[in-house]
Every structure is written in C-alpha cells, then in structure tokens.
C-alpha cells in the first residue's frame, strides 16, 4: 500500500508564510508527477499546483508567485511553501501523487491539512 502523509498547516497571520510537507511512503516503484489542491470552505476541491519527477511546475493563477512547489525524490517528499498568504487561502490542502507500484500506475491522496489565514 502506498500512503501519503502532509504537515505544516496551521494558523497564520495574512502576510505570512507556512510550508507544507507530504511524504509518501509503501511499496513504491516511482512517484511521477506530484501536486497540490486544496478545499476551501464550503466549495470544491480546486488545483493548487504540479512538479514533474524532473522539477517542472505549473500554478493556478491565483497562487502564481506566492506559491512555490519543490520535491525530494530521495526523500519522497514534496513541498508546497507558501508567502503573502491571504485569507482566501484559507482551505485544507491535500497532497496528490502519481504513484508506480508493482501493479499499477495511479494516483493517490494525503488526508489533508488544515490551512487558515487571519485577516
């Protein structure tokens, strides 16, 4: 089985900064593209941002240079750091992984973490 585990949400002042960890873990061949999205209150879950295996990252526009995604293939880790936050980032925040297995090519979803921004 594979699992994916985020951290680092939490309360925050807007103006401020958090990062966001999620590190997989299981039977693991390969983790391909990874990526973030959140939820925010009361509406549907919504893409944040991807990075290919080789460091390629694409952002929603309404993160595009707040937000910045990095990754640990060593580590099977993923980041998602977070500046100028606003209280419209307020959501929980999933983590996604394309994940290679010995059976299958799919993705997989953390648990979420919770993200608020004070005004």
């Known amino acids: 089985q594979v699992q994916l585990v985020e951290s680092g949400g939490g309360l925050v002042q807007a103006g401020g900064s958090l990062r966001l960890s999620c590190a997989a873990s299981g039977s693991i061949f390969g983790l391909n593209t990874m990526g973030w999205y959140r939820q925010p209150p009361g509406n549907q879950r919504e893409w944040v941002g991807t990075i290919t295996r080789g460091g390629r990252t694409n952002y929603a526009d309404s993160v595009k240079g707040r937000f910045a995604i990095s990754r640990d293939n060593a580590k099977n880790t993923v980041y998602l750091q977070m500046n100028s936050l606003k209280p419209e980032d307020t959501a929980v925040y999933y983590c996604?992984?394309?994940?290679?297995?010995?059976?299958?090519?799919?993705?997989?979803w953390g648990q979420g973490t919770q993200v608020t921004v004070s005004s």
């Open positions: 996604n992984a394309v994940v290679t297995t010995i059976a299958t090519v799919r993705d997989y």
